[in-house]
């Protein structure tokens, strides 16, 4: 079974720097597309960063510049470097995988920005 657990929240200030992470299991981790989304309170979730398994990098525009993702294929990890982080960043931070056409979700970390 495909299984992503999720890891690397906490509460920050705005300004600093936190680093997420993936672990995956259940899949030959390095051919597939993996994704960060977030979520905040009665919001929708959103994709905050995507990668692909030739290391192409897409983001949403209000974190262009600040968050980073990248992957260790030989780790099975998936890494969301966020820096100056900013309140409105605040949300539980989501890994996702799709294989065959299904949707694979972790169990989320809270990712809090306040003073």
Do not use: H
């Amino acid at each position: 079974q495909v299984q992503l657990v999720e890891s690397g929240g906490g509460l920050v200030q705005p300004g600093g720097s936190l680093r997420l992470s993936c672990a995956a299991s259940g899949i030959v981790f390095s051919i597939y597309v993996m994704n960060w989304y977030r979520q905040a309170p009665g919001k929708q979730r959103e994709l905050v960063a995507t990668i692909t398994s030739g290391r192409s990098t897409n983001y949403q525009d209000s974190v262009k510049g600040r968050f980073t993702i990248s992957r260790d294929n030989a780790k099975n990890t998936v890494y969301l470097q966020m820096d100056s982080l900013k309140p409105e960043d605040t949300a539980v931070y989501y890994c996702n995988v799709n294989n065959a056409g299904v949707g694979y979700w972790g169990q989320g970390t809270q990712v809090t920005v306040s003073s």
